[in-house]
């Protein structure tokens, strides 16, 4: 595997609402023993988090839900992806699950931000977050 830094002070700020983080951080603790690489980084997020009042997160945040124009800024690859819960998530209709690697990086992020993160393999990729437009309402 290779060596990754996963030091917070490295990493942009995020935001959540108070509830999305609670409700986060109890799917990643019952996920723990079935995915342990992807819960860890995830609560490691959520701890780090600046948590808002619902309605006041700043705009253009990623939030569950939420559809997410983003690149890989080491292959140039571009994609838009959905960010959901894992009995909703399909690779290929772009629903990313929350609970892997990928969706652990994007939640709270900003567009114009861009964070290094490790991929499935652990080597470090840096997601550039291009777009962010919010779950529908409803």
Request: net charge negative.
């Given at each position: 595997?290779v060596?990754h830094?996963?030091?917070?002070?490295?990493?942009?700020?995020?935001h959540?609402t108070?509830?999305e983080?609670?409700?986060?951080?109890?799917l990643?603790?019952?996920?723990?023993?079935?995915?342990?690489?992807s819960?860890?980084?995830?609560?490691?997020?959520?701890?780090?988090a600046?948590?808002?009042k619902?309605?006041?997160?700043?705009?253009?945040?990623?939030?569950?839900?939420?559809?997410?124009?983003?690149?890989?800024?080491?292959?140039?690859?571009?994609?838009i992806?959905?960010?959901?819960?894992?009995?909703?998530?399909d690779?290929?209709?772009g629903?990313?699950?929350?609970?892997?690697p990928?969706?652990?990086?994007?939640?709270?992020?900003?567009?114009?931000?861009s964070?290094?993160?490790?991929?499935?393999?652990g080597?470090d990729?840096v997601?550039?977050?291009?777009?962010?437009?919010?779950p529908?309402?409803?």
């Amino acid at each position: 595997m290779v060596q990754h830094t996963l030091a917070a002070n490295n990493r942009p700020t995020i935001h959540l609402t108070a509830g999305e983080c609670d409700a986060l951080s109890e799917l990643a603790l019952s996920a723990e023993h079935r995915h342990p690489y992807s819960s860890a980084m995830l609560l490691a997020e959520l701890d780090r988090a600046e948590l808002c009042k619902p309605g006041e997160l700043p705009e253009k945040t990623v939030a569950m839900n939420s559809r997410i124009d983003f690149i890989d800024e080491g292959t140039g690859a571009r994609r838009i992806v959905q960010l959901v819960y894992p009995r909703d998530a399909d690779i290929a209709a772009g629903r990313v699950s929350i609970l892997t690697p990928v969706g652990a990086g994007l939640i709270g992020m900003t567009a114009g931000s861009s964070i290094r993160w490790p991929d499935r393999d652990g080597r470090d990729r840096v997601l550039r977050i291009v777009s962010v437009t919010p779950p529908r309402e409803g």
